[in-house]
Each structure stands twice: as structure tokens, then as C-alpha cells.
């Protein structure tokens, strides 16, 4: 019997799930604003030192960090999993408050583990890393977990496992592939097409020219730019729902949302080229036209090339935290030799290794990074 927790750092909620593999309890289902999580990271500590006999945590990793213990993480690598400048670490972005908690953790005698970041894999081939930083978060990693423990319930083999996972989240879009049972590509939400608070990847001209023009490019200017500054002055003041029931079809904002995941997803299926599912997740697969709409533009995409892959949602056991925070809790089991051992051996997270800057290729850019983001204070 092992007894997991896995937590989702999600843009609009922190979540928090536990399940036991045997009776099935569901020990912890919680969800916390981020803005409480940014005034108070401790919060998240308090809720797990109630928990009793938990045999493994996965706690948030921000970018990510060669699967280890927390405790062994070292300063440098927390400051990549989540770097930012002095002046964004003073403006208190959300980011900051993950910091805090990656740090608190580091410090807690919780038997606590961080996970790498897609780009960390060894199954990802070098070659599909060059010049990425965000290739899929670790909490990405969370949700093609949790689709690949749908399969493996449905009675799939993890060596027999070829799917593509989907999230469409309240910040970003993120498209991630496995093949055999192993992560083999990804496209991070700072990489995908539009999202709907993030901009998605930015033309090369338009981030010089940003570069060269806004006195300081904060990292929040990642989180906007997006499909619901088409609709909303202020997105954060409303739901994902109003922005569905606000736009219709040949609304531009949602588009250009739709067909950019359908683009995401032609673009990894050349890394796998013939998925037997595609799993959607994230917050706004939970709204039903919206689902069904993707769902349509996907099917119509893949019947154009004869894909015959089936477009199915990832399974939720809690109530309140979405799949990605489950799919942690399914890796910290399989870390205390859980019911899910098997299937987290095979994506060969131990293995994982290196830095977010390992794969630029400028050596001197690579080099100004690592240096420039080392000291950033937690």
C-alpha cells in the first residue's frame, strides 16, 4: 500500500491530491488561489504536515530540476526551475511565490521530491532541444502522467503506450508526445501558438523589438497578450465560461485559439506520427462547447490525413484539483514503489539531467544565462 500527494502549480490555483493505491482514499483534494499562495507559500506546507503516513510527496518544480529528492536540490537549480530578474523578484510576480515554496521545501524533513521539466529527458533527442527552454513544464509532465495512467488502467503495456497529450490551460497551451511509452517531444506554452492569457511563441523581430523598446521586458509580459485580451481588459476578473459565452465561432480570439492547437498538434505528430489517443486536459476542457469544438476542429484535422486516433479526456478521481495535480500524485507513487512503479520506470525520469540552458547553442549566450540567473535571491 503507498499513500501519494502530488501538487499542480498551476497560473490560476495551486491543487493538491493524494490517493491510496489500494483502498482507493482520496487522502488530500484541495485547490488555493495563486494569490494566496504568493502571500503565504507556507500555506501549502501546513496542508501536508496534516496529512498522516504519506510515503511520497511531488511537490511543484516550476521548469523543472533532475528528479531528486528536494532536500538534495541544490540553490542553483531551484533558481533555474524558476528564474526570473531582481526586478520581476520585486515586483512579486506570481513566480515568486513558487520560489518560496520550492524553497521551504528544500528546507522541510517531508519526504518531498522535485521532477525535471521536458527538456531535462533523455528521451527527448538532442536535436528537438536545440535553442528551447520550454519544451513543457514539469507540471506538463503531471498531465501526460495522468493520461498514461488511463492507459495503463485500460490495460495498456507502457512500452505499447503512443499518445499525444493536449492541455489548453487558463495561461498557456502545451502539446506533449510519447511514443512507446516514453516522452519524445514537447511544445511548452512559451512555444505553442497563442494561449489565453500568454502571447505563445513570439516572432524573433517582435521580442527585439520589445527588447529594445520597454525599459525592463518583465516576464509578465509572458502572460498576456493572449485570447482573452481580445475580449477582457482584465482577465484575472473573469472566468474562463464568460469568455465562452462571450465569443462565438467566427469570433476572432477564439479562431485563433482553436486553430493554434490544431497547428500545435500537427506539429508533434511528426515526432509521433500515429498516436492511438490524444487526451485533452486543462481548465478549459472542462467547459462543454469549448471541448466539443476542439474536439471537432481536432477530428476534422485528423480525418484529412486518415489519422485514426481517438480524442478522449484524461480521467479525474478528485473533485476539485484538475489532472495535472493527480498526475503528480501518480509519479510519487510510482517513486515509493506503487502500484504505478512500472509506468514511471519506463519514462526514465531518473535519468533525466542537465540545466533549462544546456541546448542553446551560442556558447557565449549559454554561458551569460547560466551566470545571469544563478544568484537571483529565492
Same mark, same amino acid.
Given at each position: 500500500m503507498?499513500? $501519494?500527494?502530488?501538487?499542480?502549480? #498551476?497560473?490560476?490555483?495551486m491543487d493538491i491530491f493524494g490517493f491510496d493505491d489500494v483502498t482507493g482514499e482520496i487522502i488530500i483534494d484541495v485547490s488555493i488561489p495563486r494569490e494566496e499562495i504568493t502571500r503565504d507559500?507556507? %500555506?501549502?506546507?501546513?496542508?501536508?504536515? !496534516?496529512?498522516?503516513?504519506?510515503? $511520497? +510527496?511531488?511537490?511543484?518544480?516550476?521548469?523543472?530540476?533532475?528528479?531528486?529528492?528536494?532536500?538534495?536540490t541544490s540553490i542553483e537549480e531551484l533558481s533555474y526551475a524558476t528564474f526570473i530578474t531582481e526586478k520581476d523578484y520585486e515586483r512579486k510576480l506570481r513566480i515568486v511565490g513558487l520560489r518560496r515554496l520550492m524553497k521551504l521545501m528544500r528546507e522541510s524533513r517531508l519526504n518531498?521530491?522535485?521532477?525535471p521539466g521536458v527538456i531535462h529527458l533523455n528521451t527527448v533527442p538532442r536535436y528537438r532541444k536545440l535553442n528551447k527552454i520550454d519544451m513543457g513544464t514539469a507540471d506538463k509532465i503531471f498531465s501526460v502522467v495522468a493520461a498514461m495512467r488511463d492507459e495503463y488502467d485500460r490495460g495498456?503495456?507502457?512500452? !505499447?503506450?503512443? +499518445?499525444?497529450?493536449?492541455e489548453v #490551460?487558463? &495561461?498557456?497551451? &502545451? /502539446?506533449?508526445?510519447?511514443? *512507446?511509452?516514453?516522452?519524445? @517531444?514537447?511544445?511548452?506554452?512559451?512555444?505553442?501558438?497563442?494561449?489565453?492569457?500568454? $502571447?505563445?511563441?513570439?516572432?524573433?523581430?517582435?521580442?527585439?523589438? %520589445?527588447? *529594445?523598446?520597454?525599459?525592463?521586458?518583465s516576464k509578465i509580459l509572458l502572460f498576456r497578450g493572449g485570447v482573452a485580451y481580445l475580449v477582457f481588459d482584465n482577465p484575472f476578473n473573469h472566468t474562463v465560461e464568460e469568455f465562452i459565452e462571450k465569443v462565438q465561432k467566427n469570433h476572432e480570439a477564439y479562431e485563433a485559439f482553436l486553430e493554434g492547437i490544431v497547428k500545435d498538434l500537427a506539429r508533434m505528430?511528426?515526432?509521433? =506520427?500515429?498516436?492511438?489517443?490524444?487526451?485533452?486536459?486543462g481548465r478549459f476542457i472542462r467547459v462543454e462547447r469549448f471541448r466539443?469544438?476542439?474536439?471537432?476542429?481536432?477530428? =476534422?484535422?485528423?480525418?484529412?490525413?486518415? +489519422?485514426?486516433?481517438?480524442?478522449?479526456?484524461?480521467?479525474?478521481?478528485? !473533485?476539485? /484539483?484538475?489532472? $495535472? &495535480?493527480e498526475g503528480a500524485a501518480v509519479? &510519487?507513487?510510482?517513486?515509493?514503489?506503487?502500484?504505478? !512503479?512500472?509506468? +514511471?520506470?519506463?519514462?526514465?525520469?531518473? *535519468?533525466?539531467?542537465?540545466?533549462?540552458? @544546456?541546448?542553446?547553442? @551560442?556558447?557565449?549566450?549559454?554561458?551569460i544565462l547560466k551566470d545571469r540567473f544563478r544568484n537571483v535571491p529565492l
Open positions: 503507498v499513500r $501519494a500527494v502530488g501538487i499542480d502549480p #498551476g497560473t490560476y490555483s507559500p507556507e %500555506i501549502v506546507l501546513r496542508h501536508l504536515e !496534516k496529512l498522516e503516513n504519506i510515503d $511520497a +510527496i511531488v511537490g511543484p518544480s516550476g521548469y523543472g530540476v533532475p528528479l531528486k529528492r528536494a532536500r538534495e518531498i521530491w522535485f521532477c495498456v503495456e507502457p512500452e !505499447k503506450m503512443n +499518445i499525444i497529450v493536449i #490551460g487558463f &495561461a498557456y497551451n &502545451a /502539446v506533449i508526445g510519447v511514443r *512507446n511509452g516514453k516522452i519524445v @517531444d514537447g511544445i511548452g506554452g512559451t512555444c505553442s501558438t497563442i494561449g489565453y492569457l500568454g $502571447a505563445g511563441a513570439l516572432d524573433g523581430e517582435l521580442a527585439y523589438a %520589445i527588447a *529594445n523598446s520597454v525599459e525592463d521586458f505528430l511528426v515526432s509521433v =506520427e500515429e498516436p492511438s489517443r490524444i487526451y485533452l486536459s466539443k469544438d476542439l474536439e471537432d476542429r481536432l477530428l =476534422e484535422f485528423l480525418k484529412r490525413f486518415n +489519422i485514426k486516433s481517438e480524442i478522449c479526456t484524461i480521467g479525474r478521481m478528485g !473533485k476539485n /484539483v484538475k489532472e $495535472a &495535480a509519479i &510519487a507513487n510510482g517513486i515509493a514503489g506503487g502500484r504505478y !512503479k512500472k509506468l +514511471i520506470d519506463r519514462l526514465e525520469l531518473w *535519468n533525466s539531467s542537465g540545466t533549462i540552458f @544546456d541546448h542553446i547553442v @551560442d556558447p557565449e549566450i549559454r554561458r
